[in-house]
């Protein structure tokens, strides 16, 4: 993935069992020089200035106007919710603000209307999943029959294609009078200094779609698997409890706390939680695997030959619970792993953290999904007690993302009512 990374493609097999997300142009699905003309333009966008003070801003505006209410909410009335769904509503929320500058308002209307996206995307990654175990001719007959999970896959085709349409229109309606900060789909359409021509519709649609994707799955996915872990590890809890206390109120005033624009920036010296959060992508990867086909015959780390005909599976999920990677503690969740003596962020390389991949092809969000986490995550654990339900049962999904199959069911109650 790293040193060798020019003869490790995705290729046609990826391609057309991911198509939803674009062709051989668009970023996700592309290789050689289109995809690094694909990648200059999104790692140009993701470091932009104005995309940074863009982000501090809108993260505690959904915070306070759209999850405290709800979280105060569900508190009064002791309801039950699915904190995967409430989590994905957040990072949606977030990721439609970045990637086409509109408003998705999921956090309004929840309990009241599915969150079409989602569910869309979700269905889609089953469906791929299940593309990736049976053999190509049977799920292309499924496809031509419109049967299974291939029926669900061009119904998600179709629900995309629409919500692509309507951003597409509410913004070439709004370009002009555009007050809606930085987002990728102005910089494609204006077209701005980082995009340089407008792509086709269809690179657009692909890397649009393919943003939210990217933002919003694998954030809200690693929420719900760390909310979960630290159900099973109260310690660590009291821990990042006691941190943002000693951090964020150093005078000892302690209150309630909601992220501002000036705030995110504490959130880096809460080295326990960040710790608690690569301990939980170590554990549950929200990407569990990758896949490369090589281009030339090779010979892997391993001492395996692999050539064109090999398609090869990393998996991340396994990487991470392997004792010759981390040692014979490798199941169990320590966040201290990754503190070092002296009290800072112990670095691991890629190769060896394969949350986020490894080499050209490494996730270009990653700094913005720590800051989406670590803003929520201290807001509830700080603010409100997070109850599961003991008989809910946790598993994952079979998917090619992993979010758990029947969501994770909790009651909120407000430390400070
Ligand atoms: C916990 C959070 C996240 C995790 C674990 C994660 C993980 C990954 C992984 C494993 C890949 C490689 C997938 C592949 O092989 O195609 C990837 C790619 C990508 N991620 Fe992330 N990601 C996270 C958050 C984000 C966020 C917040 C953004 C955007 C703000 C983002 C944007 C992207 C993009 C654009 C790519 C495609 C890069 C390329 O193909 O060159 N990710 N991410």
Avoid at 77 to 102: H, K, P, W
Avoid at 119 to 124: E, F, L, Q, R, V
Avoid at 178 to 195: K, M, R, S, W
Avoid at 306 to 317: A, C, F, N, R
């Amino acid at each position: 993935m790293s040193a060798n990374f020019s003869n490790y493609v995705k290729g046609s097999e990826w391609r057309k069992r991911l198509d939803i997300f674009g062709d051989h142009h668009s970023l996700f699905n592309s290789d050689f020089d289109e995809w690094k003309q694909q990648r200059k333009v999104v790692r140009a966008f993701l470091s932009h200035q104005q995309l940074n003070q863009h982000v501090a801003k809108i993260i505690p505006d959904i915070i306070e106007k759209g999850l405290i209410p709800i979280l105060d909410n569900l508190s009064e009335q002791g309801t039950v919710v699915d904190l995967q769904d409430l989590f994905a509503r957040y990072t949606f929320e977030f990721a439609s603000l970045i990637a086409t500058g509109s408003k998705a308002n999921c956090l309004m209307r929840i309990g009241l209307a599915e969150n079409q996206f989602q569910k869309a995307i979700d269905d889609a990654c089953e469906a791929i999943f299940a593309r990736l175990l049976i053999p190509e001719t049977f799920w292309k007959l499924q496809r031509w029959l419109g049967i299974g999970k291939e029926r669900k896959y061009k119904k998600s085709w179709k629900i995309l294609d629409k919500f692509w349409e309507k951003y597409l229109s509410i913004k070439r309606e709004k370009l002009c009078e555009d007050q809606e900060g930085f987002n990728a789909l102005t910089c494609y359409l204006t077209p701005h200094e980082i995009v340089g021509q407008t792509p086709t519709s269809n690179v657009m649609r692909g890397n649009i779609v393919g943003l939210i994707f990217a933002t919003e799955d694998t954030t809200s996915t690693a929420l719900s698997w760390f909310f979960w872990l630290l159900s099973k590890n109260p310690v660590s809890e009291i821990k990042i409890r006691q941190e943002v206390i000693k951090h964020i109120f150093p005078q000892n005033q302690v209150k309630k706390w909601r992220p501002t624009a000036g705030s995110l920036e504490q959130l880096n010296k809460l080295v326990y939680l960040h710790a608690a959060l690569c301990e939980t992508l170590r554990l549950f990867p929200p990407v569990p695997y990758e896949m490369r086909t090589p281009l030339q015959p090779d010979i892997l780390p391993s001492g395996h030959r692999v050539d064109q005909k090999t398609g090869i599976v990393i998996s991340s999920y396994a990487m991470g619970r392997m004792i010759s990677i981390w040692g014979e503690d490798c199941h169990e969740f320590k966040p201290e792993r990754w503190i070092t003596k002296e009290g800072g962020i112990k670095h691991e390389a890629s190769h060896k953290f394969f949350a986020f991949n490894a080499g050209p092809r490494i996730c270009p969000g990653k700094e913005i999904g720590f800051t989406l986490t670590k803003a929520i995550i201290t807001t509830i654990i700080h603010n409100y007690h997070v109850q599961l339900v003991e008989t809910h049962p946790v598993t994952p999904n079979l998917s090619i993302v992993l979010r758990m199959k029947h969501g994770l069911m909790a009651t909120i109650n407000n430390r400070w009512a």
